[in-house]
């Protein structure tokens, strides 16, 4: 599994724990404490992402002070509090160092306008240190994982996903605004031994691949995705001096290899999917990881159920299960669970499928823990529902499909907005077959609303398959306006 933490920028400097910030978040796990800065952040009307990965880099003293979105909100959910009573260092002491070298630096200067702040001001006078490095120490100046800003924010959210810096050859992979800048061959120049540097930014392009497909879904990403992962196996080819750094570099590919997968997964392309899940499965195994084989199996199970495998669906359900029971966490069983209740939905076995759902719901509600995986934390409350849903909606069981459906999208959070779609997709399908087609309309036109956000082929098969069921009906109220909107929205390719 990908280390919960990047390695100090400065060596010579380690980050020391900040104890008082991992005080104030209690007894909530990571994942949990980021969903409350989120929506903190929406109550000043301040837009950031944090997610799980980020606190804990917090907690670890690797942010030493937060950018001046991150300080807004932790001091509107802390009134009275300062930010040194929050465990971080003054901004004035982090400011004004002497440049780094480039082995400190996260990543090798490129050519790209100069950035200013909102006033104008170059990011140097306010000590906003650039993501090529600058010449200042960095504290969280921008908060890495914000996905928020389509056009210029989002040409550096998969920039420079892997480095040049330091004498390392890597593909220049960069994912802007849905365009690939450059692929470079590994095969076609010297590679040195990776480092935790490359270690690092593997594990880093891994999280915004994640991040972008929640926001936008998989269509636009997954051709452009295929260059960070050839670099990774690149990295793994090179070699590396140190056993920690290769374990990281293993984890860090196979979990790559997953992300890419399920882009190829969402977007149709079931054969380049399993291949990259078996890819990402050997990975683990070479390596011994079973937090990555678990979740290689994971999304094999997934994947087979949607490709109309479902007693393959079962058997990869199962062996998570055997492989990742050992990692105490509750809340990866009980989705491993679900994975094997959708299989038997598959079978026909509704037995099965409501033990597995049974299962499923009580390690739920067990709570989240630190042993949870990373990648999970898309696993809340909504996709619990959603999964039970498409579990009662392949049994035949419309109503309660459409129950759990209408939950799962009304407990989404906003962020996520490839999955309020695709519930409220499901939510359509499950009205429309269920002989309620004035409601699958509304909700239809929910899902229409969301597609110019969203490019996700699964999601448009499964609304083409509504507007087919609600043709007979095309003569109730709103029914026709769907049908007629749904015909001339364009199809993603």
């Given amino acids: 599994m990908a280390s919960s933490t990047v390695p100090p920028l400065r ?217 960070p992962l050839r670099a990774a196996f690149a990295l793994l080819d090179a070699g590396t001096t140190r056993q920690t750094t290769a374990d990281r570099l293993h984890s860090g590919a196979g979990e790559l290899a997953i992300s890419v997968g399920w882009l190829a997964h969402d977007s149709g392309r079931f054969d380049d999917a399993r291949s990259h899940y078996a890819e990402a499965l050997a990975t683990a195994r070479m390596n011994g990881d079973e937090a990555l084989e678990a979740h290689a199996f994971c999304n094999t199970a997934f994947l087979a159920r949607d490709a109309g495998r479902p007693r393959e669906a079962v058997r990869a359900a199962q062996a998570a299960q055997r492989v990742g029971r050992p990692l105490g966490s509750p809340r990866l069983m009980s989705l491993l669970a679900l994975r094997e209740a959708g299989g038997w939905a598959g079978l026909a076995d509704r037995t099965g499928c409501e033990q597995a759902l049974v299962r499923a719901q009580a390690l739920y509600e067990r709570g989240s823990c630190d042993n949870d995986p990373e990648w999970m934390s898309f696993y809340g409350a909504a996709e619990l529902e959603g999964l039970k849903a498409q579990c009662w909606s392949t049994l035949g069981d419309w109503p309660r499909a459409a129950r759990h459906a209408g939950r799962a999208a009304d407990l989404q959070d906003p962020h996520f907005t490839r999955n309020i779609a695709l519930y409220t997709a499901q939510l359509a399908d499950d009205l429309a077959r269920g002989g309620r087609p004035d409601e699958a309309a509304v909700a239809g036109m929910r899902v229409l609303d969301l597609l110019g956000q969203v490019q996700s082929s699964r999601i448009q098969t499964m609304l083409a398959g509504t507007a087919r069921v609600l043709l007979p009906h095309r003569r109730a109220g709103g029914v026709s306006t769907f049908l007629e909107r749904h015909a001339s929205t364009p199809r993603t390719v």
Avoid: K
């Fill in 11 to 227: 060596p010579d400097r380690p980050a020391r724990p900040n104890l008082a910030f991992r005080q104030v978040r209690g007894r909530r796990s990571p994942a949990e404490f980021a969903a409350l800065v989120r929506r903190a952040a929406r109550e000043i009307g301040e837009r950031v992402s944090c997610d799980a990965r980020y606190i804990g880099r917090v907690e670890a003293g690797e942010i030493r002070c937060p950018n001046y979105a991150y300080e807004r909100v932790f001091l509107h959910m802390f009134p009275g509090r300062t930010l040194t009573d929050l465990g971080f260092a003054p901004r004035a002491s982090v400011r004004g160092r002497g440049a780094r070298t480039a082995e400190d630096a996260p990543c090798a200067p490129t050519t790209e306008p100069a950035r200013t702040t909102s006033d104008g001001r170059d990011p140097g006078e306010t000590g906003e240190t650039s993501e090529t490095g600058g010449t200042h120490e960095p504290y969280d100046t921008q908060d890495p994982y914000d996905t928020h800003h389509h056009d210029h924010e989002e040409s550096d959210v998969l920039r420079r996903a892997f480095m040049t810096g330091g004498g390392a050859t890597m593909a220049a992979a960069t994912l802007g605004p849905f365009t690939l800048a450059r692929e470079t061959s590994a095969a076609a120049q010297p590679v040195r031994r990776a480092g935790t540097t490359e270690a690092g930014a593997l594990e880093e392009a891994v999280r915004r691949i994640r991040l972008l497909d929640d926001r936008h879904g998989a269509d636009g990403l997954y051709r452009r995705a295929a260059a």
